[in-house]
């Protein structure tokens, strides 16, 4: 498809916005820009995880299926095997103290069960070699039930990077720009009218999208050092849970071969006040009480990290972390970088652990604000009168805790719909090979 004359402008740097003028791109449009301030240049924690059903997330039904488009897409990308950021296969486990639902998505689950056998799998006996004090091993005595599927792991800073290096490659154009409104885009950054307006903004859309509804639900997370461990788990009665981040991602290869040797823990989720352009009133930084808390979520599932997060160590990963907000010009390829929320604007904090041993055993902190929104995610798309000049006004914002598992879902339905209003606007049917 050809789009010649038409003009985009995406709303957002974050996982959403990127994806949205990505898939644009790669569909055949010419002219295509993504505006934001400079710190949105990275969004969402160290790693993250692909998952069924969604967390903190709604519609439910959409975000399923915005969800199972987008592992087809992350199947199509590792086929490239050029550093997506994307690792497939990762098994995923979930554990109960009580019986399990059945997940009502297991078909579209790779390698799916519904058993306490998954805790004999070699993926995750070898990784929890570590016993409880008292010799019972992981899961002995703790947990009755358990599901496991296979699933995709996505590092965030690498595949951000990977989508600024994609856009760039297809044409387009990043410009660092603050957007107080949807109008401060009816034309882009040469000057020419737009003629797609995508506001991919998250909780900042409170102010750009004039959205009353938009709320934000914060999330501490932290990294410590544990190459034992290179699946994901989750403890479905607490809520803890554990990724492993995965280097230099270039498709699936066997566990063991891949280079894990840290793991990101969690979880939180604190609602934050938000001001009118949807900033957090206060200022957000991971504080040492969540931090005891994910701990002790995830303690019964990781008997190996009990070591590393005793109450004296995690006390001084915070006495010996200067706290500061993150770099927000660092660049995507510098190796301290790290990720923070779209439309932070500064309020997200990194505590970087000094070393705290002999085997550089740190422990670092992260807290971002993950972008919810009251009835819903907005993924919509019409035609609206700027200026006295019709034009399509997309919006897609307010996806909470499943940003980038429904990413690429969300950016093929705002790019089909966009294209079909375009084609009436110009009256061309279907068909606009000659836009």
């Not at 998505?105 to 004999?120: G, K, M, N, Q």
Request: aromatic share 8%.
């Amino acid at each position: 498809m050809s789009t010649g004359s038409a003009t985009v402008v995406v709303l957002g740097r974050g996982i959403q916005g990127l994806t949205t003028a990505f898939h644009f791109l790669r569909s055949g449009w010419q002219s295509v820009e993504v505006w934001g301030p400079t710190e949105d240049r990275h969004t969402g924690p160290w790693t993250a995880q692909w998952e069924l059903p969604a967390y903190l997330a709604e519609p439910y039904s959409r975000m399923v299926q915005w969800g199972i488009e987008t592992s087809k897409d992350y199947d199509t990308l590792l086929r490239t095997g050029n550093q997506t950021g994307i690792t497939y296969p990762v098994r995923n486990y979930i554990l109960s103290r009580s019986a399990l639902k059945p997940n009502p998505f297991s078909a579209e689950l790779a390698r799916y069960r519904h058993t306490i056998d998954c805790l004999s799998e070699p993926a995750i006996a070898k990784m929890f070699a570590g016993r409880h004090p008292g010799g019972t091993p992981c899961g002995s005595g703790v947990y009755v039930d358990a599901q496991a599927y296979d699933t995709y792991v996505i590092n965030v800073r690498e595949h951000i990077t990977w989508l600024y290096g994609k856009i760039a490659a297809l044409g387009g154009r990043v410009v660092n720009k603050s957007v107080h409104g949807i109008a401060d885009a009816r034309t882009n950054s040469l000057g020419t009218s737009s003629t797609v307006i995508v506001n991919a903004t998250g909780r900042n859309a409170a102010q750009v999208a004039r959205d009353p509804k938009v709320f934000g639900v914060s999330g501490q997370v932290m990294r410590v050092r544990f190459p034992q461990c290179r699946v994901c788990v989750e403890d479905h009665d607490t809520g803890g849970y554990c990724i492993p981040y995965f280097d230099k991602c270039d498709g699936g290869v066997d566990e063991t071969a891949r280079d894990s040797t840290l793991l990101q823990l969690g979880g939180s989720a604190d609602d934050v006040v938000l001001d009118r352009n949807g900033d957090p009133v206060n200022l957000i930084t991971p504080t040492l009480g969540t931090a005891r808390k994910i701990f002790d979520k995830c303690h019964e599932m990781l008997p190996g990290v009990s070591s590393i997060g005793n109450s004296e160590r995690l006390a001084q990963s915070f006495a010996a972390s200067a706290r500061s907000t993150v770099d927000l010009l660092a660049s995507p390829s510098d190796e301290h970088s790290h990720a923070h929320p779209a439309g932070a604007r500064g309020t997200t904090t990194v505590l970087r652990g000094k070393s705290l041993g002999p085997s550089d055993d740190r422990i670092e902190h992260y807290i971002g604000i993950r972008p919810g929104r009251a009835g819903g995610a907005r993924v919509t798309v019409d035609v609206e009168t700027l200026d006295e000049r019709r034009m399509v006004v997309a919006h897609n914002y307010g996806h909470g805790g499943a940003g980038i598992m429904t990413a690429f879902g969300c950016a093929r339905e705002v790019e089909a719909k966009c294209y079909e209003l375009v084609c009436h606007l110009q009256d061309r049917g279907n068909d606009c090979a000659k836009l």
